[in-house]
Nanobody
């Protein structure tokens, strides 16, 4: 099993910044990708940003490009999301997702419990 622990959410004024962290622990043979999703009330879950462990390539939702930055620390099995210039539309529960392998042949796809981000206008 692979567990994810998220931290860093909170309440911030528009224009402010927050940094989310997500640490993976447990039986991890290899991590392939790490990402952040968000879900606002009444809306579908959407990908915010993702990063691969091998090539460090990144992918961002159009709505956050230029404002959010995803990064990772492979040694700590941790992914970060630096969120700048926050807008009220960024208000949502942010969930961490990590995919990889627990053994050479067994895959895992784990989700964090979610952390609330609220941006006031």
């Amino acid at each position: 099993q692979v567990q994810l622990v998220e931290s860093g959410g909170g309440l911030v004024q528009a224009g402010g910044s927050l940094r989310l962290s997500c640490a993976a622990s447990g039986t991890i043979f290899r991590i392939n990708s790490m990402g952040w999703y968000r879900q606002a009330p009444g809306k579908q879950r959407e990908l915010v940003a993702a990063i691969t462990s091998g090539s460090s390539s990144t992918n961002y939702a159009d709505s956050v490009k230029g404002r959010f930055t995803i990064s990772r620390d492979n040694a700590k099995n941790t992914v970060y999301l630096q969120m700048n210039s926050l807008e009220p539309e960024d208000t949502a529960v942010y969930l961490c997702n990590v995919m990889g392998k627990t053994t050479l042949i067994r895959n895992f796809d784990s989700w964090g419990q979610g952390t609330q981000v609220a941006v006031s206008s």
